[in-house]
């Protein structure tokens, strides 16, 4: 990569395989819920993934380019990780090992979203910038939906079973 310009084809190739990636994952993640509120936040979490996808294509057409992911090495860990700590815990902390590991998720996207948006700007790529800050946005509600749940129910039923 010599310039921004680079870098942000390169960023968005990264959260294009990401989300494709945890779109695979989320499935067993909501499966594994024990709480219905965590359950339907994630299943309702994986259709805005859907439509951030098909966004993230419309992106890559409006630039000209073919929408193609690159491994995203940290998406890729943050799945693993997931599936480890979720296959080690039991109920009821299973629900917050569950909560933690999504909203681990959610604040790669966030940051990667956050940075995509900023050098759209600085690129002057206006044309892009609203539907990436748009992701953005919906990331940040979920994250937020996220921690509501889990101050509101789910740490408190793992704490009780201590």
């Not at 067993?28 to 994630?42: C, I």
């Not at 690159?70 to 629900?95: F, H, R, Y």
């Not at 909203?103 to 910038?129: C, P």
Request: aromatic fraction near 4%.
């Amino acid at each position: 990569m010599k310039s921004l310009q680079d870098a942000f084809e390169h960023g968005l190739q990264d959260i294009y395989y990401a989300e494709q990636a945890l779109l695979k994952a989320m499935p067993q993640m909501a499966e594994k819920a024990e709480s219905e509120e965590l359950r339907a936040a994630l299943q309702q979490h994986q259709q805005e993934t859907q439509q951030q996808v098909k966004m993230l294509e419309q992106v890559f057409q409006i630039m000209g380019k073919e929408a193609q992911g690159k491994q995203c090495k940290s998406a890729d860990g943050l799945i693993a990780e997931a599936q480890e700590v979720m296959g080690q815990a039991e109920p009821p902390a299973l629900d917050a090992v569950t909560l933690a590991c999504a909203q681990a998720n959610e604040h790669y996207e966030i940051s990667k979203y956050g940075t995509m948006v900023a050098w759209a700007k600085e690129l002057g790529r206006q044309d892009v910038e609203g539907i990436l800050q748009q992701i953005l946005d919906q990331e940040k509600a979920t994250d937020k939906k996220l921690t509501q749940i889990a101050e509101n129910m789910v740490n408190q039923r793992a704490q009780a079973a201590a």
